[in-house]
């Protein structure tokens, strides 16, 4: 089992970054598949970005080019760079793990946090 610890979220005006950052602790870090996904207030959880253990990266139309994700095996750590924030991005930011193959849904993933709280104000 991987136990997974999110970090970094907080309260930011539209236009500022934050980076979130996932701590992984459990059984390994080398899972095939890496990812966040957020779930806005009132809505279903959705995919964010994803990372596999070889580097290769997919992320959501609506923060490519604003947002990156990078994993540390090393320091057994997920990180979510966010920039250019927008009060659409305001949702709870869960990391999770898994094998895939569908990064994009949930069902690629059976380790998530607890989740962060962001918000992004106007």
């Known amino acids: 089992q991987v136990q997974l610890v999110e970090s970094g979220g907080g309260l930011v005006q539209a236009g500022d970054s934050l980076r979130l950052s996932c701590a992984v602790s459990?059984?390994?870090?080398?899972?095939?598949?890496m990812g966040w996904f957020r779930q806005p207030p009132g809505k279903e959880r959705e995919f964010v970005a994803a990372?596999?253990?070889?580097?290769?990266?997919d992320y959501a139309e609506s923060v490519k080019g604003r947002f990156t994700i990078s994993r540390d095996n090393a320091k057994n750590t997920l990180t979510l760079q966010m920039n250019s924030l927008k009060p659409e991005d305001t949702a709870v930011y869960y990391c999770?793990?898994?094998?895939?193959?569908?990064?994009?849904?949930?069902?690629?993933?059976?380790?998530w946090g607890q989740g962060t709280q962001v918000t992004v104000s106007s």
């Open positions: 459990g059984r390994t870090f080398s899972r095939n598949v």
């Open positions: 999770a793990a898994g094998g895939g193959p569908y990064v994009r849904s949930l069902s690629g993933y059976d380790s």
């Open positions: 990372i596999w253990i070889g580097g290769s990266t």
